[in-house]
């Protein structure tokens, strides 16, 4: 009996392991080799960094999900099924050029999707308009890829970054902010951002104080941007750099403490926090402005196609997929992408179709065949040309449905990007008691404003606080060092007994009250400093130029080279020479006629 037992047990066993095996063998993507109509995915993982790789999971997913899901839907081209390749970037144009042409050597590509980064879009967009495909990616924001006459057929279902900008701006003037400083990275897409967002504040009256390159080579600033923030005139840091760069850059701020409370930093893309040390509580009132799918910003989606999407999902690689409130708003852009091209390739084939047969019934000779997907046959892909590109392209433009990322529409005018469907939010860095958390608290759309996403989702500013900070250097609580000159009445030295019976000297006068009138208003501490008797009045300005004192009282002259070191206010005492005489009415005196 006890062996009947074992027997039984070592069999359960076995199938235990077999269930488990096939498990995994079905978490498998289809193996997509059945039909010569295909998608080309391109998808960028430059780095390890877990913003880099769950961009490209994600995005990677959702676009084999829409594949598949178009044959469940039976979406299919001359009686086949759409497949699809995929090929993995690292950030270099020519290397997915290279990449994309092997593809396209061996197969029917009637589209691509991606390329993800905007340097790689430049160079993808116009290999696409050599051979006659669309290219439509999910992620590429450089507003330059907006020009349809240099790339006709590139379109993208992300909103471009001067809609970023013009957001930026809205946020600007919602919180009264004037100024910023702009750190953007050395390539097509911060190129682009820097040149846009500063464009947008000009229109608007607003300034970017200076710009700081990050090189995405060398992961260092081409500034030493430290000591620029802290002399800046701004303090409001703009940062539209790649997600994967991002820590990189906090990391340097947080070692030279230019954060919070000081500085307001304003991210390009949220990030995980996992790899801070404990010092990243001065990141706590961070905001970013990040470009969402419409369920972000409870706008109008395609539930139904969404969850079926996660379905499928799931279905075959079910340890990639989160929560579906964690899924990358890039994901629902690159699914809407691959969904896009699939509903316009069956209407452009269903066209041709009714056209060939409308042509056959009304001639008197046999109906002809005629492919919707014809590509000569040249084996070199830079010779290989798609015949039916001006009706896809057309095609695409009189499309229009609800995606998973809110409505999408393109049109033939003079723009790339998406008619509608354009949203953005700000999450802010919030302390719990399980650590920093990015909340959401602003949402843009449609309106062309900000509102609050919820009521209850208010912002925490830099340093735990409520107020709205200002976007200029503050001296609240700063120690000033200040030196003044000897002249009476404006400053004058008298000696004093203090309370123990020493004699001390004291400043006393016009000045020195001035300076404890500015203490109480503005909140400063001031430490004066009697300059020496043989000090010069252009020492004194080298000294101040060098950091030796924060600012001196006196009568200085103003001249062009020591503007160029310092900074001046308007003249706190006016006074003049005049020649004096007795009072004389009758007689008018000119003492300069002779």
Not at 54 to 71: D, G, N, P, R, T
Not at 345 to 359: G, P
Not at 397 to 418: A, C, H, M, W
Not at 490 to 510: A, L, P, S
Request: negative net charge; contains cysteine.
């Amino acid at each position: 009996m006890l062996l009947f037992w074992n027997i039984r047990w070592d069999f359960v066993c076995i199938l235990c392991v077999q269930l488990h095996v096939i498990y995994y063998v079905r978490a498998i993507w289809p193996s997509p080799n059945s039909s010569n109509v295909k998608l080309l995915g391109i998808f960028e993982n430059v780095s390890s960094s877990s913003e880099s790789a769950e961009l490209y999971i994600h995005s990677q997913a959702m676009f084999k999900s829409a594949v598949i899901l178009s044959q469940e839907y039976n979406i299919t081209i001359e009686d086949k099924y759409i497949e699809w390749h995929s090929i993995e970037t690292v950030g270099h144009g020519i290397e997915t050029l290279r990449d994309t042409c092997k593809v396209l050597s061996i197969s029917n590509v009637a589209g691509i999707v991606g390329p993800g980064l905007s340097s790689e879009a430049h160079v993808i967009a116009s290999f696409a308009k050599i051979i006659g495909i669309p290219a439509i990616s999910y992620s590429a924001t450089d507003p330059d890829l907006s020009d349809r006459s240099d790339y006709p057929n590139f379109y993208r279902t992300i909103p471009s970054d001067k809609m970023a900008a013009k957001a930026i701006v809205k946020l600007f003037e919602r919180f009264h902010w004037k100024s910023c400083i702009l750190i953007y990275q050395n390539d097509a897409f911060g190129m682009g951002s820097n040149k846009i967002i500063t464009d947008e504040f000009n229109k608007n009256n607003l300034t970017v104080r200076g710009s700081i390159i990050f090189s995405i080579s060398t992961h260092h600033m081409q500034e030493d941007f430290h000591k620029y923030l802290l002399e800046s005139e701004s303090r409001i840091v703009i940062l539209w750099i790649q997600s994967n760069y991002i820590p990189v850059v906090l990391k340097e701020a947080l070692k030279y403490d230019v954060v919070g409370p000081e500085f307001i930093w304003i991210l390009s893309s949220s990030i995980s926090l996992d790899s801070f040390d404990r010092s990243y509580g001065k990141l706590i009132g961070l905001l970013t402005v990040e470009p969402v799918a419409g369920i972000s910003v409870s706008a109008s989606i395609n539930a139904t196609l969404l969850d079926a999407a996660y379905k499928v999902w799931q279905k075959y690689e079910s340890e990639t997929f989160p929560v579906s409130s964690k899924v990358h708003s890039y994901a629902l852009f690159a699914f809407d992408t691959t969904w896009l091209l699939a509903q316009s390739l069956q209407k452009l084939c269903s066209t041709i179709k009714t056209n060939s047969s409308s042509s056959s019934s009304s001639s008197s000779s046999s109906p002809s065949s005629s492919s919707c997907l014809s590509f000569n046959e040249l084996s070199f892909c830079f010779d290989r040309r798609f015949s039916q590109s001006d009706l896809l392209l057309n095609t695409i433009n009189q499309i229009e449905f609800l995606g998973v990322s809110g409505p999408v529409k393109f049109d033939s005018n003079d723009l790339t990007d998406r008619v509608n469907g354009s949203y953005y939010y700000v999450q802010n860095l919030q302390s719990f008691t399980n650590g920093l958390h990015f909340v959401p608290v602003l949402k843009y759309g449609s309106s062309n404003d900000w509102t609050p996403i919820e009521q209850t989702n208010t912002i925490l500013w830099p340093g735990n606080s409520s107020k709205i900070p200002n976007d200029h250097p503050m001296i609240t609580g700063k120690i000033l060092h200040i030196t003044v000159f000897e002249s009476m009445p404006f400053t004058m030295i008298t000696d004093y007994i203090n309370e123990y019976g020493y004699n001390e000297q004291k400043i006393i006068g016009f000045i020195p009250d001035l300076i404890e009138l500015l203490e109480k208003r503005m909140g400063f501490h001031a430490c004066i400093h009697k300059a020496p008797s043989n000090q010069t009045y252009s020492g004194l300005i080298e000294a101040v130029a060098r950091g030796d004192y924060d600012t001196v009282f006196g009568d200085v002259r103003v001249t062009a080279a020591r503007k160029e070191s310092t900074a001046f206010s308007h003249a706190i005492f006016y006074n003049s020479l005049r020649v004096i005489t007795r009072r004389t009415p009758d007689i008018d005196m000119d003492f300069f006629y002779c």
